[in-house]
């Protein structure tokens, strides 16, 4: 059992906790994920870490409250306890001295993008950051990523705050030397990251979401296709080159159970319990 | 002023029909029930109220009583729901404040000798009109531009006869044909039948006439590459000589892109003996000269047509082929026997019997052969070709030594339309042609708006027929050319930002490429690419996404209303049914069993739709919940959608909730999908007689009552 030591509110729907786990922070970095279990009929849910302190011997996770688990989760406080977490899983993100990078972080994964970009900050890059969600009530930690940027810009999609499209990276891309750029977040907005740095070379690595069941390299259900081969996200990744990712077939196969998912949801939501 | 914001006052106009609904519904109840309704502040009955009459009075009570809804009570929306529209429109209401009850087709027609279950039937579908009708929103018919210019995909008989109807209508056309010439199929034809015309001259004079207009411009050696926007921009990317990118803007696209003959490889020796060879490759001979001294000529139909798998169609035209070019060699040199081998022979069409007649009294040969004993061909050691074959009429075989065999082989798809299909988001059929959007009301038309379908793309045609489709085609495309301006459908998805997760659920079910997502997740709908199916609405896990005036608030509160009260003791016997039916197939077949006045249990009651995939979860979930014994969710026969495959989606969504059913422990067969087409009220009629034999036969679910006073677990629910 997990003791929840904080709980915040980033956002209508988006919550950070941090989980009393002294194990997995002393072993958490960036890129890192975990895989919880709510309670004992919960479903497991891969969760990319958004921070650890290991002196606290505590980990952040951020989520948006979009499905049955989500939502069960965000209904826990302050200590009550997660059933299960299993972790740190996956790679570390690769932390190095590359000069200039850029960052871009879209709805609740900028929280994990915060992590990663204060350890690219720490080994003495310069970030430029480019953080956005769908309407500016879903924007997280601009304060947090002001600090630690040269520059930050803000993106909405219905442009309620900031610009209302990532075009604008065109021109960035052309004014200021990138080294190198990472981008967490929607499959769409690493696809475009991926495609505007392409050009210019700029190594740019993507974080992958894809369905997971048991987060250890056993099952195979996270393949995805990079640079035309196979790869399993839990074990390879999940930071992958996005100039090699095949985007298309990873959005497909995220799908695949989104008519199961819809109705888990309807019962949840009209029972306050699961099937 | 926002009607929608202000309390329902709602009129209801509950129609006798003359006879046909008050010969068996007992009006004068519905009448003063629908008065006991909520919000409710009007209801009368007439005898005709599509009359005059009957539409003034409609008008007048709109004006009288304040009313901002109105349900008129009487035969099917299919029909009549555009002349209320209008009368509502003539007395200030907006038009989408209009709900119908259909008391005719549904009830009265279809429960004849049940006068007492009509009339309790004919209040429930009362009250469920109503119901929705509460909640109805007025709605804007959005109107787009239409450039008025048509693109033509492909240069063969079709789509230059479409091209210069365009051109004389005063549009500008363009017209690409991936050749280096224009002409199609055409060009390499000899002879056209029945008149015998010589067929490289009829297309270049066509060629000619196409080059001549200037208000054409015809491409060749082009390929449509990209297609974008929607009816009335179109915005078109083409590649001429596989290196120059060509962009236009077209308000119109006509698919008119051929078919070509199948090579037989491997069947009758072809390729393998040079004497063997298809009709198409003999005219491209005979366009040469008829070789002299041909003895005997056989000719096989059928060659790789209507196989038990792979080309199971008939190709429709190579019967009269085969008979213009054996009554050619004929023509020309008496002495040569020619035969015709047959499975069954089809001069179908006008004139084309006496064509068949005539080749009999030249002495043209027919011998009949059978799917099962096909023919034999083999060289003989001399250099000519010996053809066995059994004939089923004489019960033995005929062999027939001969200089050429010509296999008349079926028209197929090729690789250029099966790659336009992805581009310009059109169905293929199962035979790989292009699929129009109805064979018979739309038939040169395909589902989405403005891009049209004509000639042998559609399936194996004569140049004649080819023709008639192009000219159908053209006038279809010119209507809203002509116009300048569309109103489109007021039924279009909309996105709640509020509720919505950024999924992309919606964007990847789409069939019409009509909703964007933005970079951040969030989903945009284009509204003049949307078709109004509502696959989106249902594929949220949201309820972000809506589809206007079928919305979640719109269709649930119909499934509440008919078990918001205890079943009359008439109908207490039978099962409790909700069929969400589609409004092109499954609504329409319920309608026509009632035209057919074809007797079916009162236990269904129909819920209009524009399409079963637009049946969300939460619509047969609601059903169960308030107290239904079974779910029907009926679409349009499997590769008959309007909406290309909203109804495999739907079957996908009803087995999803099938296992939930079932792992509630009520049972997943409560809940069934069914196909059908407009054009079956009996299999309709069966669906519905069955499924409740089905429901009866399975033990009853507990009331809905009894299951609210339960404990509020899952199980318990049901």
Redesign the interface.
Same mark, same amino acid.
Do not use: T
């Given at each position: 059992m997990y003791q929840i030591d904080s709980k915040k509110e980033l956002a209508p729907d988006i919550k950070l906790l941090e989980v009393h786990a002294e194990q997995i922070a002393r072993k958490a970095k960036p890129g890192h994920f975990v895989i919880l279990r709510v309670d004992e009929k919960g479903e497991r849910i891969p969760i990319t870490l958004a921070g650890c302190d290991v002196n606290k011997g505590t980990i952040s996770i951020a989520f948006h409250e979009v499905g049955k688990t989500t939502m069960k989760l965000g209904s826990l406080n302050r200590g009550d306890y997660i059933m299960n977490v299993v972790g740190p899983l996956g790679n570390a993100a690769k932390i190095d001295k590359y000069g200039h990078v850029l960052c871009v972080g879209g709805g609740v994964m900028v929280a994990p993008l915060h992590f990663q970009a204060a350890a690219l900050r720490d080994v003495g890059n310069e970030l430029t950051t480019v953080i956005g969600a769908r309407t500016k009530e879903q924007v997280i930690l601009r304060e947090e990523m002001k600090k630690i940027s040269s520059e930050l810009f803000i993106v909405t999609d219905d442009g309620s705050e900031g610009q209302n499209n990532l075009d604008f990276l065109k021109d960035l891309l052309k004014t200021r030397k990138i080294d190198y750029a990472v981008a967490i977040g929607p499959i769409v907005l690493m696809n475009e990251v991926a495609e505007f740095t392409r050009p210019y070379k700029i190594k740019t690595m993507v974080n992958l979401n894809p369905i997971m069941v048991d987060g250890t390299g056993m099952c195979g259900a996270c393949r995805v296709t990079v640079g035309g081969e196979t790869k399993f996200t839990c074990t390879d990744g999940p930071e992958f080159d996005g100039h090699s990712v095949d985007f298309e077939e990873l959005m497909v196969r995220r799908r695949m159970y989104v008519p199961k998912e819809k109705i888990a949801v309807l019962f949840y939501k009209t029972f306050g319990e699961c099937l | 002023m926002n009607k929608s914001k202000e309390e329902p006052r709602i009129g209801v106009f509950v129609c006798r029909c003359g006879s046909n609904i008050g010969g068996v519904v007992d009006v004068t109840k519905v009448v003063e029930y629908a008065k006991t309704q909520p919000n409710v502040v009007h209801a009368e009955e007439n005898f005709y109220t599509c009359s005059s009459e009957g539409l003034s009075k409609i008008k007048e009570a709109i004006v009288k009583h304040n009313l901002n809804r109105v349900v008129v009570a009487s035969c099917t929306p299919r029909t009549h729901e555009p002349l209320f529209r209008v009368t509502c429109e003539e007395a200030g209401l907006n038009k989408y404040l209009f709900e119908m009850a259909n008391i005719r087709e549904h009830c009265s027609w279809a429960h004849m000798h049940e006068p007492e279950k009509a009339t309790e039937s004919a209040k429930e579908i009362v009250r469920m009109a109503i119901a929705k009708a509460r909640f109805l929103e007025p709605l804007k018919e959005p109107e787009i531009e239409i450039t008025p210019s048509g693109l033509i995909i492909g240069g063969g008989v079709s789509g230059l006869t479409a091209a210069l109807s365009l051109s004389e209508q005063g549009f500008q056309v363009y017209v690409v044909e991936k050749e280096a010439e224009a002409g199609g199929l055409l060009r390499k034809l000899h002879t056209l039948f029945p008149s015998g015309q010589d067929a490289s001259d009829f297309i270049k004079s066509i060629v000619e006439l196409v080059k001549g207009r200037r208000n054409i411009t015809l491409l060749t050696s082009t390929v449509v590459k990209e297609v974008n926007g929607y009816l009335g921009n179109f915005e078109i990317t083409a590649l001429q000589n596989n290196q120059r990118e060509v962009r236009f803007k077209v308000g119109t696209i006509i698919v008119a892109t051929g078919a070509v003959s199948l090579e037989p490889a491997g069947l009758y020796g072809y390729g393998q003996f040079d004497k063997v060879m298809t009709q198409l490759e003999f005219e491209q001979l005979l366009n040469i000269g008829l070789p002299e001294n041909l003895e005997k000529v056989v000719m096989i139909q059928c060659a790789g047509a209507r196989e038990e798998r792979g080309i199971t169609y008939c190709s429709r035209i190579c019967c009269n082929v085969a008979l213009k070019n054996a009554l050619y060699i004929k023509g020309s040199n008496s002495n040569t026997d020619v035969y015709i081998v047959y499975r069954d022979l089809e001069a179908y069409g006008r004139g084309y019997v006496d064509y068949y007649q005539k080749a009999q009294e030249q002495g043209v040969k027919f011998i009949r052969y059978t799917q099962e004993r096909p023919p034999n061909v083999m060289k003989e050691s001399d250099g000519k070709l010996k053809v066995e074959i059994f004939s089923p009429i004489i019960g033995k075989g005929i062999d027939i030594k001969c200089d050429l065999v010509v296999l008349s082989t079926p028209l197929i798809q090729h690789q250029a339309g099966r790659d336009l299909s992805p581009i310009l988001k059109v169905a293929l059929g199962t035979d790989g042609f292009f699929l129009e959007a109805h064979p018979k009301l739309r038939p040169a038309e395909f589902a989405s708006e403005g891009i049209l379908l004509c000639g042998t793309a559609h399936g194996p045609k004569d140049a004649t027929e080819s023709m008639a489709q192009a000219l159908a085609a053209a006038s279809k495309a010119s209507i809203p050319m002509a116009k300048g301006t569309v109103k489109t459908e007021a039924v279009k998805a909309v996105v709640d930002?509020e509720l919505? #997760?950024?999924?992309? %659920?919606c964007v %990847? !079910?789409c069939p019409y490429n009509a909703i964007e997502? =933005? &970079?951040?997740?969030?989903p945009?709908v284009i509204e003049a690419a949307c078709m109004g199916c509502g696959l989106c609405a249902a @594929?949220?896990? $949201?309820g972000a996404m809506q589809l206007r005036h079928f919305k979640d608030n719109q269709i649930v509160p119909m499934v509440n209303s008919l078990f918001e009260l205890e079943r009359n003791a008439v109908l207490k016997k039978e099962p409790s049914i909700v069929c969400f039916a589609c409004r092109w197939c499954a609504y329409a077949a319920a309608d026509t069993a009632g035209v057919m006045r074809l007797q079916y249990p009162c236990s269904v009651r129909l819920i209009l739709v524009p399409c079963s995939g637009r049946v969300d *979860? !939460?619509h047969i =979930?609601t059903a169960f *919940?308030r107290g239904a014994d079974g779910v029907m969710v009926a679409g349009c026969l499997k590769d008959g959608c309007h909406y290309i495959d909203g109804n495999i989606k739907a079957e996908?969504?009803v087995n *999803? $909730?099938k @296992? *939930?059913l079932d #792992? $509630?422990g009520i049972e997943g067969e409560r809940v069934e999908m069914f196909f059908l087409s407009a054009g079956m009220p009996d299999k309709f009629v069966e669906s519905v007689i069955n499924f409740t034999e089905r429901i009866n036969k399975l033990p009853k679910l507990r009331s809905a009552r009894e299951r609210e006073e339960s404990a509020? &677990?899952?199980s318990n629910?049901f």
């Open positions: - | 930002k919505c #997760v950024g999924c992309g %659920a %990847a !079910i997502w =933005l &970079s951040f997740g969030q945009r @594929e949220c896990p $949201m *979860a !939460i =979930l *919940a996908r969504r *999803a $909730m @296992e *939930a #792992v $509630m509020p &677990s899952v629910r």
